[in-house]
């Protein structure tokens, strides 16, 4: 008989029974929508293996990651090239994790996978709020034609929750009509206090790592000048921990890009800042 001990592939801190668990997480290896630079897909595996390098404990929070009873599904897989067949196994996992009354963590990936997660948890919280950081806007109507794009992901969003209960953060590109539809609903948001609107109310958190400057980011697929430091996104981050957040997740780390893993690493680091606020 094989005695072991096994190295796990699973995310640190995760419990073995999903039964067991308050939250799933699961990693959605899907780009075939980037418009610029692919690779997203290997951010799940590269992640897991990454947050064994991460301490248990958060001294910002005051919490282990055994503290978080939340469970690593693995991955998804998708059919290669097939875009809406992806999407709908997203949305039919993602409403199974609600049907069970457990909270979803999403690992991408694109930012497209946000919109079937978003499209499932919204089937159990019709009220639902969104609170979206991001260096883009994510509100065209379509990218080349096409409607379900990373580029277009927000605009998809607004359309199933209306752009009145969604606030963007760190947003600096995007084209002028996407702007004007951020000051129409009053989207962009720069300070803390402007969440406090969605006190009380069931949140989708979506955080496009691209948000976070280049320059201690370049491991993403659309790489934007004049970004957050990770410290900045954590204070966010921080300020949502008495909010009631139903669901998110943590997309558009490309690690191929950066050599140093030091992205990858950020990005570890931000989901085990995210699972200690679910």
């Not at 992901?153 to 702007?179: A, C, D, H, P, Y």
Request: proline letters at 4%.
């Amino acid at each position: 008989m094989l005695r072991g001990p096994f190295l796990s592939r699973d995310w640190i801190g995760s419990v073995s029974d999903y039964d067991q668990s308050e939250i799933v997480m699961v990693g959605l290896p899907f780009d075939g929508t980037c418009s610029y630079r692919p690779g997203s897909r290997f951010a799940p595996e590269r992640l897991r293996l990454a947050s064994w390098g991460l301490e248990d404990y958060s001294p910002v929070f005051d919490r282990h990651l055994d503290d978080v009873k939340f469970f690593d599904a693995g991955e998804l897989e998708f059919p290669l090239g097939n875009t809406m067949a992806s999407l709908g196994l997203i949305e039919d996992n993602v409403r199974q994790i609600y049907s069970d009354g457990k909270k979803f963590l999403g690992i991408g990936g694109e930012h497209l996978v946000t919109y079937p997660s978003v499209k499932a948890c919204i089937e159990k919280y019709p009220d639902l709020k969104i609170v979206h950081f991001d260096a883009h806007t994510d509100l065209r109507e379509d990218y080349l034609g096409e409607k379900f794009s990373h580029a277009s992901v927000m605009r998809r969003i607004g359309e199933l929750t209306g752009f009145q209960n969604i606030r963007q953060v760190g947003i600096r590109s995007g084209l002028k009509e996407e702007f004007d539809i951020m000051k129409e609903y009053g989207t962009l948001i720069h300070s803390h206090s402007e969440l406090d609107v969605f006190k009380d109310q069931k949140i989708f958190l979506t955080i496009d790592i691209d948000v976070l400057d280049p320059s201690v980011m370049p491991g993403t697929g659309t790489p934007e000048a004049g970004g957050m430091s990770y410290k900045e996104l954590n204070g966010w981050i921080q300020y949502l921990k008495d909010f009631d957040i139903v669901g998110a997740d943590v997309v558009e780390l490309a690690p191929d890009y950066d050599k140093s893993e030091v992205s990858t690493a950020i990005t570890a680091k931000v989901i085990r800042d995210v699972l200690m606020i679910l």
